[in-house]
């Protein structure tokens, strides 16, 4: 087991770095510009300068300039083309065990190829070396969360373009808000949907099972922000029960008052994912109930409750813990629809807001924490299935 | 019924001769496709959410058609006009700057099914692509691409899709459409790859092989239209999630932007009257709910419907 966890740490590294590359040079490559937004008729062009020079934009994405982008991703795009038509062609006149090697072969011949077009290109364009470029700053940097500036504060993630704050401390701060409403819903939709799904498993096809299943397909239909709308509506606009939306009311930090703020919005996620995991729960509780050790502890007498909640119900309840794993990243960053709906604090609507504002630090750490999140959550569903289910062995 | 027991043998005497002739099956055989149509017509959910989604495409097509430009015009003598049945061209009303909210509505199905349609084409002809040389070629192809779904499947996609959307083109439905795309075709993939594995090796491609098609003939003649059924049915329910994705985009104000219209935009407006007109965010919003419902109960039909395992009953 702790061989596998390792392989799959260890393989998660080169995702990681993939995500990296992507998100960073999607990023950068965008058309438009973080300064943008300071560009009035008044601004001087020696502002925006300065402005680009303080953000760094001024900087070549990579260690070397190239005298034009778009020649050098053409030829990249290029080799990579005639690479892929190599290796299908070649690949087919291969057979058997050699192909694995000439595979293996042919993507450090890519791999040789790219260096190659890019030397090529530097050649042609005369660009000069400049160290390090923005992208391997960032990604040194990132990799070093711990270190710290002159003023105490955790700068490795970079500092927000919005408002100069060092990312990790805008991010650290949200996680909180976040976790207090996901956790509250994901433990509520545990407590009810699990029962549910038991409910309409155990009396299959009866009017409560067929009114579950409408209601379920309803509640799964039902986009997550119109749901939040309606909600509002009702119960904040019609009946005055619940705030329209934010966290606390002014200057009060009761829990009180934090539960009267929070309930319109886990209420929306809870119905939500109640529709979603009441589907899943019967659907596996009725795989259970169909199998043969089943009738067996039936035939031998057993009675019906402990057939349904000690023979049935811990095997149907194997596929749930591993939805449980992969709903790990949605618990950080899932809810940034519902969060930007009733105003929450959370992480997900800072995301949201990041990128409207083109806060490049932000976003990338944001991308960069999801799909750190998204894999850790993919592994933590594996170990616990393998815990779970002594069949499965790794 | 009768017919259909061909093999087996009257034992009696008496009734041989007569019934070796009574017992030819006379049933005209069914294609796989007859007998899918069978099954889905045999699916009562599956049927309504058939005619629920041609009722949808079929407004969503004519009344923009029919009206042109209409969904857009103001006329402020009609303003807040409540909604009537008497009245056929206008029987949700007005809305607060005299927009003929019916029209409207219909101009904004016919925008998010549009999206909602093309993202599914653009994650069906590039999961196909993918899954097929994934899955024909194997070997280190096969592992290539695998790693790079991986990759993709690795990234928080509803946010990458924001961003996406966010910097290349805030209210371009082209931009929403290649988003959801490009973040979305790796389900495809990795189904048609797991077909494509498990069909290399069937005995009609060893067949088509040995006669000596070349790889582009089998996989495109042979093994493509085997592989295809899990993929209508992803494709199917693929459509509910991209209108639903693509209103949150325009709902958060990177989709589709007024003086376009689309549910998430609808939306958005409907807000500012929550307490002057609160009936604005149903309309779209249970527009949506029925878009989902359709296609997933198609969906759902579809699935069991080219299951050739599943039997036709009568």
């Not at chain 1, 596996?284 to 043969?292: A, F, G, I, N």
């Not at chain 2, 009562?44 to 009206?67: F, K």
């Not at chain 2, 935009?265 to 919003?285: D, K």
């Amino acid at each position: 087991m702790a061989s596998y966890v390792f392989r799959r740490i260890i393989q998660s590294i080169p995702l990681l770095f993939g995500i990296a590359i992507v998100c960073f040079f999607l990023v950068s490559l965008a058309p438009g510009s973080p300064i943008d937004r300071f560009r009035t008729a008044r601004t001087s062009p020696e502002t925006i300068r300065n402005l680009i020079h303080l953000y760094g934009l001024d900087q070549p994405l990579l260690p070397i300039e190239f005298g034009s982008w778009l020649a050098f991703g053409l030829t990249l795009v290029g080799a990579v083309v005639v690479a892929g038509v190599g290796i299908v062609i070649v690949g087919r006149s291969v057979s058997g065990r050699r192909r694995r090697a000439v595979g293996l072969g042919l993507i450090a011949l890519v791999v040789l190829g790219a260096v190659g077009v890019v030397a090529l290109n530097w050649a042609a364009w005369g660009g000069e070396v400049t160290w390090p470029g923005r992208f391997i700053a960032w990604i040194t940097n990132f990799l070093q969360p711990w270190q710290v500036d002159g003023n105490g504060n955790l700068f490795a993630w970079g500092y927000s373009f919005a408002d100069g704050q060092p990312v990790i401390e805008k991010i650290v701060e949200r996680v909180p808000n976040t976790l207090i409403l996901m956790g509250t819903s994901l433990a509520l939709t545990v407590v009810i949907a699990i029962p549910i799904g038991i409910l309409g498993a155990v009396r299959q096809y009866s009017l409560l099972d067929k009114l579950i299943t409408v209601l379920a397909t309803i509640g799964y239909a039902m986009p997550t922000f119109w749901l939040g709308l309606v909600l509002k509506f009702v119960f904040a606009i019609k009946l005055d029960l619940f705030p329209l939306f934010g966290m606390h009311a002014y200057g009060d930090t009761s829990i009180t008052d934090l539960l009267y703020h929070m309930a319109l919005p886990v209420l929306t996620l809870t119905i939500v994912s109640v529709a979603g995991w009441s589907r899943y729960m019967r659907s596996s509780m009725l795989e259970v109930l169909h199998q043969d050790y089943v009738r067996t502890a039936k035939a031998k007498g057993l009675p019906r409750s402990r057939v349904i909640y000690k023979h049935a119900l811990r095997n149907a309840l194997i596929p749930i813990v591993t939805l449980l794993g992969l709903t790990i990243p949605s618990l950080l960053i899932g809810a940034a629809v519902t969060e930007f709906v009733f105003a929450w604090p959370g992480l997900g609507g800072m995301g949201v807001t990041a990128v409207i504002e083109r806060d490049y630090p932000l976003v990338l750490a944001f991308v960069m924490t999801g799909g750190a999140m998204v894999i850790l959550g993919n592994l933590i569903a594996d170990v616990l299935y393998a815990f779970v289910d002594p069949r499965i062995k790794y | 019924m009768e017919n259909t027991q061909l093999g087996q043998i009257p034992t009696t005497a008496a009734g041989r001769g007569q019934a070796a002739i009574d017992e030819v099956d006379l049933t005209p055989v069914r294609t796989y496709w007859q007998l899918a149509r069978q099954r889905f017509m045999q699916h009562r959910l599956a049927v309504v959410g058939l005619v629920i989604m041609a009722t949808l495409v079929t407004a969503a097509i004519v009344i923009p058609v029919l009206t042109g430009n209409l969904f857009g015009k103001t006329s402020l003598s009609l303003a807040n006009h409540p909604p009537s049945l008497l009245n056929p061209f206008a029987p949700l009303g007005y809305d607060s700057i005299g927009i003929n909210i019916f029209l409207r509505l219909a101009k904004a199905l016919q925008t998010s099914l549009f999206v909602g349609f093309s993202a599914v084409s653009i994650i069906v002809v590039v999961g196909i692509t993918v899954g097929a040389l994934a899955g024909y070629f194997g070997g280190a192809i096969d592992n290539l691409l695998m790693r790079f779904v991986d990759l993709v499947l690795s990234l928080p996609s509803f946010f990458i899709i924001v961003m996406m959307v966010a910097l290349f083109g805030t209210g371009n439905a082209i931009v929403v459409i290649v988003a959801i795309g490009v973040v979305g075709w790796t389900t495809a993939a990795r189904l048609v790859r797991g077909e494509f594995l498990s069909l290399r090796e069937a005995d009609f491609v060893q067949a088509a092989r040995a006669l000596g098609a070349g790889d582009g003939r089998i996989v495109v003649r042979h093994m493509l239209p085997a592989a295809l059924a899990p993929v209508i049915v992803a494709a199917t329910l693929g459509i509910a999630d991209s209108v639903v994705v693509e209103a949150t985009l325009s709902f958060l104000g990177f989709g589709i932007q007024p003086p376009e219209a689309s549910l998430g935009n609808m939306l958005t407006n409907a807000q500012e009257f929550f307490y002057r007109n609160p009936m604005l965010i149903m309309y779209p919003g249970i527009t949506l709910v029925l878009v989902v419902l359709a296609a997933s109960f198609l969906g759902d039909g579809l699935r069991d419907a080219l299951d050739p395992r599943q039997r036709v009953k009568g």
